[in-house]
C-alpha cells in the first residue's frame, strides 16, 4: 500500500546490469547478495537520478564513461533507458537515448500527480516536459513543495548515497572542515565537526540521542568538543573526551570502526532526514553488538524516512524482518530482484535466521558456479 510522501515503486529499463527492475518499497530495504551481481548500481541509480534533476546528467554520464558504459551492455544491445518512480502523491518518467558522441539525451520526460490517490478530486494530472532532444532535464531548477514538478525536484534533490568507509589519517572526515558548512552531512562525513556542531546548538534533544548512542558503542567516550578553531574561527576539528581524563583527543585517535558508526549515528539521528537514506556497506568495520545498536537505528529512522542498504553480512540481515530482505543475484547477464515474504519462507523461519538461511543457500545471494 502506498504510504504518503514515500517512494512507493521504481521500474527501470536498461541501466548498466539492470536489465528490467520493477520493484515496491517499505520504510527499511535490506539489499543482500554476492560480490559483482549489481547490488551498487542499484544504490547508484539513485544517484544517476539526482543528477540527471540537478541539470549535470551530461557531465555526470562522461564521468561515466559514456553512454555505452551506463546502458545495459551497451547501446548495441539497449538502445534506451527508460525509468519511472511513484513517491506518492507525486511521479516521474524518463526515457534517454545515446548519442552519436557517446552521450545521452532525452526521448521524453513526464511528471505526475496521483491526486485520486490521496482523495483529490481532480485526479491523476500528466505534465509532459518539452525535453526531446535535449541533454537536461526541463525539469524546474529549483525545489518547491506546493508544485507537482518542483516537489519531484525536491524529492530527488535530497538523495545521496552515503559512504563512509575511508577512515585513513587523509579521509574527509578526519580533517577541518569550514564551520559554516553544516546544511547536510556529506557523503563522505567531511563536515562531520560544523554538522555535530550545529545540531548542538539548535537540536540539543537530537545531539544528546547522538552522543548516548555512540556511548553504547564506546563506552570510553564522554562527549565531543565542538569549536570553532583557535587559530581560524571559521574551521572546525573533530574533537573529543575520553571518560575520567581531562585530555582532548581528537578523530585519529578513534578507531576506524568507531568513527565510521559517528558517522552513521549522526546521520540516522540527526533531526532533519533525507526523504531516502542509501548506505553501501554500512556494516564495514563495525562489532557485532555495534551491527544491533546500528539495525535499531534503521528501524527508528524508518518512521520517518526510507533506508536502502547493500550489505554482505549475514550477522547484520538477521536484525531485520524477512520482508526488509530484497536478494540481489545474476540470472542470463543481468541482475534480479527479489524481496522476501514470510509466507514463502514460514518454515525455515522456523528453524534459521535470516543470516543463517542466506549462507545456507535457501533464499539465493551466493556465487552461483556453472
Known sequence: MATFGRLDKLKINGYKSIKSLEIDFNAINILIGANGVGKSNFIGFFNFIR?????????????????????????KITDRLNFSMFFIPNGYQATLVPTD???????????????????????????SLDSQGSKESKLPSKAHRKSPLGHIVGYIQDWKVYHFH?????????????????YSLAVDGGNLPAFLYFIKRFYEDSYSKIVKTIQRVAPFFHDFILEPDAANKDMIRLRWKHKGSDLYFDANDLSDGTIRFICLATLLLQPNLP???LLDEPELGLHPFALQILASLFRVAGNKTQIIASTQSPTFADFFDIEDIIVVDTKENATVFKRLNSDEY??????????????KNLIGGVPIYD
Not at 564521468?63 to 551497451?74: E, P, S
Not at 545521452?104 to 500528466?126: A, C, Q, R, V, W
Not at 523461519?349 to 538461511?357: A, F, Q, R, T
Request: charged share 25%.
Open 51 to 75: 543528477k540527471l534533476v540537478e541539470k549535470e546528467l551530461e557531465l555526470y554520464v562522461a564521468q561515466m564513461g559514456g553512454a555505452n558504459k551506463v546502458l545495459h551492455f551497451g547501446r
Open 346 to 359: 514460514g518454515e525455515w523461519l522456523d528453524e534459521y535466521s535470516v543470516g543463517e538461511m542466506w549462507q
Open 275 to 277: 526523504t531516502i537514506i
Open 101 to 127: 558522441d557517446n552521450g545521452l539525451i532525452f526521448k521524453s520526460e513526464k511528471g505526475y500527480f496521483f491526486g485520486d490517490m490521496i482523495g483529490y478530486s481532480g485526479g491523476t494530472k500528466e505534465y
Open 166 to 182: 575511508d577512515t585513513s589519517k587523509s579521509s574527509a572526515m578526519k580533517q577541518p572542515c569550514n564551520i559554516n558548512d553544516y
